[in-house]
């Protein structure tokens, strides 16, 4: 059976949603987009990830076509059309299509707005137990990584590039320092316990799973530090792990082929990972 879609204010069967090949989102990358998280048949985080959108949309001045409220109800209406129990609803919004290819846009474009539903395993994914092994790699994005565009090219790339080495993700490196990963947040614990992660910028996604775990993380009174870290201090980790909308927390077991602590997933990875899908089933909405 198809997936129902929602395209500007229509449900439909995903083989009836087109789209014009002017809209800038598709000519541009002209375009922002969130993904959350479905438990249960419950939107994780949905109030962080409208929060985000709504800044990412007004940092690039595209306009939002509906409110919190309607988005959540067509968020709910896809998750019921659909039989979403568990996997995630990816949300796109463009600037809109002017009817030709023009680099300059005026201000009362309508926006295109279009939403899908993707059936996955988040809780039993078995790379919670057997770890992720990553490679480092040069991160050559723009520098407004803020923005949650959909400019993704560069890492689309380096994931190609990870895979064809046996790895299953990369850890970004400019200026000598670890950014993030390919689509996540990244993370490591000293040998002295001390949790660390990149302090949010431009250079970085603000992510809302990172948001989560950071307050997990300090009422769990662990030690936090977030500050620059090298590749090679993530080489002489304790642990490493990533987390993004979809994964929550899995944890890095190797990076360039080198183990990262013993080889296997950190006992503080798992923890917060399994505090956090619990906290975060009790406020699903």
Known sequence: MERIVYLNGEFIVESEAK???FDRGFLFADAVYEVTAVL?????DHQGHLARLERSSKELGIKMPVTGDQLMDIQRELIKRND????GIYLQLTRGDEGDRDFSYSDDIEPTLVLFTQARSLINSPKTQSGIKVISFDDIRWRRRDIKTTSLLPACMAKHVAHAAGAEDVWLIEDGFVTEGGSSNVY???????LVTRPLSNDILHGITRASLMKLAQELNLTIEERLFTIEEAYDAKEAFISSATTFVWPVVAIDDKPIGNGKPGDIALKLRDIYIKTALELAE
């Open 19 to 21: 789209v014009s090949v």
């Open 40 to 44: 249960g048949g419950k939107l994780i």
């Open 84 to 87: 979403l129990v568990e996997g």
């Open 188 to 194: 490591i614990v000293t040998q002295g316990n001390v």
